[in-house]
Each structure stands twice: as structure tokens, then as C-alpha cells.
């Protein structure tokens, strides 16, 4: 079935790094691709959206790529901060409606 | 920084048992949603409401469920017979009606356990 997944369950990263998380989906169709950050005991947060005619987004600290070719989305934040540490997850939006159709999570681990 | 609330935080309930979760979508949004999301797997849709109607329900919002605004701020979900496998975090989300319904807002989650 059509689905929206993760390539890697858990991340490690040192303060100040870079990281990049990666999301694949299946879906053609979908209209906007959305990454979402869930602290511990909270509910999802949006951080930042890319429609599907778009390839790259900027944000603060964040950039999100979208790449159709290959079905591939990634987020990545510049100089990782402890505050980063967190499940990331991706979505889709099929452009039917507004439900949002959730990834199973990348945990992200930010070390000093 | 206005924000969804949701209560109880956590609701233990008895198998067949009927439970009201309720959520404070943000005052000036349009777009009320509930999502859920079973211990260590996606966070799944449920249901998105509009104007007092459901817009769009997955496969998961059976006869079971139902949804309901029954004033000016609140928004619930009822679950008529609870059953072991609708043990879940439950997520109230909202948005505007701005052309941005897919920046969704989400509250705490109410933790539903049944026994």
C-alpha cells in the first residue's frame, strides 16, 4: 500500500553538527510533504513544509530537500543543538484533503 | 503563544467502556483533527471536522467513533465501546483557514489505557 516511511530509526549526532534525516514515500500524488519534530511527553510540532512543485525550502536552521525523481524527502538542520534531540517525522498531505499521513519516526540523539 | 489543550492527560478505562476525550482547539482556527498514535509505531489520522461536519475519516474511524464540537471552544472524540486495541495516545490538532490547514497544531495527547 502506499505509505510514507523513514530510512533510519535512530540518529546519533555531536553538538554542532549537522544532521540530516532522510524520509521516503510512495505516494505520487502527494501535494505537500511536511516535517514534524515530537519531544518526549508532547505532541507533534511543525517545523517547516515544501509543496511538490518545490525541491528545496529554507527555514531557521533548517532546510528541508525534496527530491520527486527518486520519492526522497530529508530535513536537515545546521549546528544541532541538545534542543534537537527528539522523534522527527515525516508527513504527506494528499491534496484531497488535509489529513496528514505520518512516517514511523527518526529519534535523533544530540550528544556534547 | 496561543495553543491546543487537551483533557484528561491520561484516561484509564475498562474494556467496553464509553470514553470522552476533549481537546481546546486554538481559538481562531477552523480545522479540528484527531490522530492517534499506538505505543512506538506512526501517528495515524483519524478525522478532520469543518464547519460542524467530518471532512475526511480514515478506515480506523469505525462506527465506534464520533466527533463532536458541542460549543464555541471544545472539541471531543468519543469512543462508544472502548476495546484493548484502542489503547493509544490521542492527538487533537487544529489549523486555519488561511491557506495553511496543513500547519496543524497539535496538543499534548490524552493517554487512553483500557483494561
Known amino acids: 500500500g502506499e505509505s510514507v516511511g523513514l530510512h533510519l530509526p535512530t540518529l546519533s549526532v555531536q553538538e554542532g553538527d549537522n544532521s540530516i534525516i532522510n524520509c521516503a514515500y510512495s505516494n505520487s500524488a502527494s501535494d505537500y510533504f511536511i516535517w514534524y519534530k515530537q519531544e518526549s511527553g508532547k505532541g507533534p510540532q511543525f517545523i517547516i513544509d515544501i509543496r511538490s512543485n518545490m525541491d528545496k525550502r529554507q527555514g531557521q536552521r533548517v532546510t528541508v530537500l525534496l527530491n520527486k525523481t527518486v520519492k526522497h524527502l530529508s530535513l536537515q538542520i545546521a549546528a544541532t543543538q541538545p534542543g534537537d534531540s527528539a522523534v522527527y517525522f515525516c508527513a504527506e498531505n494528499r491534496n484531497s484533503g488535509y489529513a496528514l499521513n505520518f512516517g514511523k519516526g527518526t529519534s535523533l540523539l544530540v550528544t556534547p | 503563544e496561543p495553543e491546543v489543550t487537551q483533557t484528561p492527560s491520561h484516561q484509564v478505562t475498562q474494556m467496553g467502556q464509553e470514553v470522552i476525550l476533549r481537546c481546546v482547539p486554538i481559538?481562531?482556527?477552523?480545522?479540528f483533527y484527531w490522530y492517534r498514535q499506538i505505543l512506538g509505531q506512526k501517528v495515524e489520522f483519524l478525522v478532520s471536522f469543518y464547519n460542524n461536519e467530518i471532512s475526511e475519516k480514515s478506515e480506523i474511524f469505525d462506527d465506534q467513533f464520533s466527533v463532536e464540537r458541542p460549543d464555541g471552544s471544545n472539541f471531543t472524540l468519543k469512543i462508544r465501546s472502548t476495546k484493548l486495541e484502542d489503547s493509544a495516545m490521542y492527538f487533537c490538532a487544529s489549523s486555519q483557514q488561511t491557506g495553511r490547514e496543513i500547519e496543524q497544531f497539535f496538543g499534548p495527547g490524552t493517554r487512553l489505557t483500557v483494561l
Open positions: 481559538s481562531n482556527h477552523l480545522y
